[in-house]
């Protein structure tokens, strides 16, 4: 739902369109000093023929106008070596050196790839990128420019997983101030530690994360309904005593300071509905065999194979599929619901099992029909009361029902499409991407259906926190590989970390069985993973000195810099500098060095 979000993100950037507020009371926007504000609408490609790493490198203005002036004054001091432009030269030099020059093209390097770019992108042409690809390279230039503010609308819309985390890795250790706007709850989890609501028209401000600002909303409202319902029964009993004795002489003075007792009341408003406006499923299933789904070397693609697959699947379980996009996930779900051919190996259906397939791309039988004739065209043995009541439980209520397909909403589609496929009562679902274009309202009402359906449910979603909160199973897809993991999305989280250098699980892993060879596997590899462990931290403490040692190096440059005998002697300046940046560069490769063996030691 739109309710001013992207708007106020705007009018922090653009200040001129609060020139009205609401009521009397005062407002604007006050910013101490003159902080940068960096706003995602704000970057444009003025000269789509620039390649990417020149985009890129505008970032760095300052840092590359100061190279060409060092490099400049270093030609000049070839011809002159007057103590004015010796002293220019190393104070371009320590400026360099604050400012990050050192480090910066390893700084833009590491974003690139994390973001899913080749080195070869560089050189191409803006024009030559997708608007996917365009969206992420604007994000990249907002996130490297590090404005004092920074203000992102929905930043992982166009992101996969991969570049998800390493966003996340980077905001959580941004220095400066961060504002969101997002609908992914799981990256609101992660990152924020204030969340401001937006809602019935006014801002509540909850501290914490995504999951203490839901317990606490809960809470609140709890708390206010509470302190409401007591203080309205307070005022019935004291209206009625009022009302009882307020015409009887002897008992009219008590009346009346029964009603001043209700008007000295601090009084306490009753509390807007808490998530009351949401979807459910009242339907019944006829239960499968215990086995469910059995896929053995299933090749699945169009003209070439994509992947090839094996996993089995029991009764009740609920496997969520992740991964890059354009490598099978729906793919997988089309061959299963008999939409496409398989091209390859097999799978089968257990007993009694009956099958719902939600396609992403909601289509319908005729865009110009009502939701009510679209409904009862595919269940026309349904009386008018009950067609309407079973819309009803999915919010089509009163003249919802007649609005045309055409007009409706993504969201309502998938409600409208969810409806139909529960009606059927299926006991195995298929849903590729279903909750593409809910709001947070309608994600957790569709989550709260799903933990409750007694059957099996196979799923694709991008939205980690949905995949963590239905699944109990993972099916992972990455170029030319499967994986299936036994547990949720977080377990499957943090098995990774800890077997990063370790064998993955194999591709053709078939369920418990082979959940229980790799937790054997894993119980093996803790011997490994402890040698391996202290083999890093002794040379981490090698790098520790190392890195000691060139500082002093450095040191002892500096002050054979600033003696007498060499201030004008501009050659060996130049050559000291030199020399100075060497062991810079060196000090840089072993820090980065020195960070990936402690991430390796964190995240075991």
């Known amino acids: 739902m739109e309710h001013g979000k992207t708007t106020l993100l705007k ?29 995602l609408k704000q970057i444009d490609f003025e000269d789509d023929s620039k390649t990417m790493l020149e985009e890129i490198l505008k970032v760095y203005k300052e840092i590359t106008d100061l190279e ?20 220019s030269y190393t104070d371009s030099l320590d400026k360099y050196e604050f400012l990050g020059g050192y480090t910066y093209k390893k700084e833009y390097e ?56 390493w966003l996340e890795s980077y905001l959580r250790s941004y220095p400066k101030a961060v504002i969101i706007v997002s609908h992914d709850r799981m990256f609101l989890d992660r990152i924020v530690n204030k969340v401001y609501e937006i809602e019935y028209g006014s801002m509540t401000l909850y501290k914490g994360n995504y999951k203490d600002y839901e317990v606490q909303k809960k809470a609140n409202y709890e708390k206010q309904l509470k302190d409401y319902e007591y203080q309205q029964a307070e005022i ?17 003075k008590m009346a009346l300071s029964k009603l001043k007792q ?51 699947l029991y009764r009740g379980e609920k496997l969520g599929i992740i991964g890059e996009n354009g490598i099978g996930k729906s793919t997988l779900l089309k061959t299963l619901a008999g939409k496409i051919k398989a091209l390859g190996g097999s799978f089968s259906f257990g007993y009694n099992v009956t099958l719902g397939y939600f396609d992403q791309q909601l289509e319908f039988k005729n865009a110009e029909n009502t939701v009510y004739e679209e ?56 849903l590729d991407e279903p909750t593409n274009h809910m709001d947070i309202v309608g994600k957790e009402s569709l989550e709260q259906i799903l933990k409750e359906y007694k059957g099996t449910l196979i799923f694709v979603s991008h939205d980690r926190y949905f995949v963590n909160k239905i ?67 002794n040379k981490m403490d090698k790098i520790e000195k190392e890195i000691e040692e060139k500082e002093e190096e450095i040191k002892t440059i500096k002050d ?8 004008t002697d501009y050659v060996k300046l130049a050559e000291l500098e030199d020399k100075i940046q060497e062991i810079n560069n060196e000090i840089e490769e072993k820090m980065l060095e020195w960070e990936e063996l402690n991430k390796l030691i964190e995240e075991y």
């Open 68 to 87: 060409k002036k060092i490099e400049d004054l270093s030609l000049r001091l070839q011809e002159d070596s007057s103590e004015k432009l010796i002293k």
């Open 11 to 39: 009018a922090l950037v653009d200040n001129s369109m609060l020139e009205e507020g609401v009521g009397s009371s005062k407002f604007g926007v006050y910013k101490q000093g003159s902080p940068s504000i960096g706003y």
């Open 262 to 312: 209700i008007e000295r009341m601090v009084k306490v408003e009753e509390p807007n509905k808490y998530d009351l406006k949401t979807f459910h499923n009242n339907f019944n299933i006829k239960e499968s065999g215990k086995d469910v789904l059995e896929v053995k070397d299933l090749e699945v693609g169009y003209e070439k194979v994509l992947q090839k697959i094996s996993f089995s």
């Open 375 to 430: 409904f009862t065209s595919e269940f026309p043995e349904l009386t008018t009361t009950k067609a309407r009541t079973i819309l009803g439980s999915f919010l089509f209520t009163g003249e919802d029902v007649e609005k045309k397909i055409k007009m409706l909403s993504g969201g309502e589609k998938a409600r409208l499409k969810l409806c139909e496929i529960f009606k059927k009562e299926p006991n195995l679902l298929l």
């Open 236 to 252: 019935k009993r004291l209206t009625d005593i009022a009302n009882r004795f307020r015409y009887k002489p002897t008992k009219a």
């Open 560 to 567: 054979e810099m600033k003696k007498e005998e060499n201030s």
């Open 110 to 165: 590491i974003a690139l790839r994390n973001f899913g770019f080749k080195v070869e992108d560089e050189k191409k042409k803006i024009s030559e990128f997708s608007g996917g690809q365009r969206t992420k390279i604007a994000i990249l230039k907002l996130l490297l420019s590090k404005p004092d503010i920074l203000l992102l609308d929905e930043p992982t819309n166009h992101l996969d997983i991969t570049a998800i985390e």
């Open 471 to 537: 699944a109990n199973k993972i099916l992972e897809f990455k170029p030319g590989k499967v994986t299936f993991f036994d547990g949720d999305y977080e377990e499957f989280e943090e098995y990774k970390e800890k077997n990063k250098d370790l064998e993955q699980i194999s591709s053709d892993n078939t369920g418990k069985k082979n959940a229980d060879d790799n937790k054997e596997k894993s119980s093996k590899n803790q011997y490994l993973l402890n040698k391996e462990n202290n083999k890093r931290k």
